[in-house]
């Protein structure tokens, strides 16, 4: 079998990697300004010459990061937020899973994203900020047709899409940890941290309950969401 060369995307992919830990490592210590490329060459293997066959400059990395992170969790909301499959409860769970599990997988590359964003270039800076803005609002429209569905309490859907987000971006500052719950796999901790930050805004009619009270309270709430439609419309 040939060894891979700086042409092939085996080696581009591996050589990529390696960057991208010697850059939350550099980053880390010295910030984007005070690592050189030379630096990040020299954590790599790589001469100065032979770095430029895998990125042009530092903004690279800080693209590879915007595009790894905020750009494809953007697309990935309004995707869902965009859908007609499924409820939009079972499609507002998937949005926080994935959110909290693109963070849990590479935690200390998040904290890199958050802590670069001051060396942006403008372009990047725009994408950027756009993207979360686009997030925020795939999340809180999902919120919306929650609400509607009546899967979803009466919240504020903007707050909740805050909290949504935060609880998700929270998981890069605490995980992992070597015991209890941060000691789990990213899939089943994302899984676990969107039910337990979706609890709080579950529509009772998701809980067990049955008699008169219930349904009366059911009753009402319903009227008071056909009340607040009536009067947005």
């Known amino acids: 079998m ?26 880390a210590q010295k910030g984007v300004a005070g690592t050189s490329l030379q630096e990040l060459a020299d954590a790599v293997g790589l001469t100065r010459t032979a770095i430029y066959h895998y990125i042009r400059g530092k903004e690279d990395i800080l693209e590879t990061l915007v595009e790894g992170f905020t750009l494809r969790t953007a697309r990935d909301l309004r995707r869902l937020a965009a859908s007609n499959t499924g409820s939009a409860m ?39 900020r756009r993207a979360r803005r686009e997030t925020l609002a795939a999340l809180e429209e999902l919120m919306v047709q929650a609400i509607k569905e009546g899967s979803c309490r009466p919240v504020d859907p ?32 994302a899984a676990s941290l969107a039910d337990i930050a979706l609890q709080g805004v579950l529509s009772e009619r998701t809980a067990s309950g049955d008699g008169v009270a219930h349904v009366i309270g059911l009753l009402r709430d319903d009227l008071g969401r056909l009340e607040r439609m009536l009067e947005g419309s």
Not at 9 to 25: D, G, K, T
Not at 161 to 182: I, K, M, Q
């Open 2 to 27: 040939p060894k891979p060369t700086t042409k092939t995307p085996v080696r581009r992919e591996l050589v990529m990697n390696q960057l991208m830990e010697a850059a939350e490592r550099l980053f």
């Open 90 to 128: 079972d499609r507002l769970r998937e949005a926080v899973t994935g959110m909290a599990l693109i963070v849990a997988q590479h935690p200390q590359r998040f904290r890199l994203l958050l802590t670069s964003e001051g060396a942006f270039p403008e372009p990047l800076a725009k994408q950027y």
């Open 158 to 189: 903007e707050l909740a899409a805050f909290a949504l987000v935060g609880v998700s971006n929270w998981v890069a500052f605490w995980y992992p940890r070597p015991e209890g719950a941060g000691a789990a796999e990213p899939e089943r901790l």
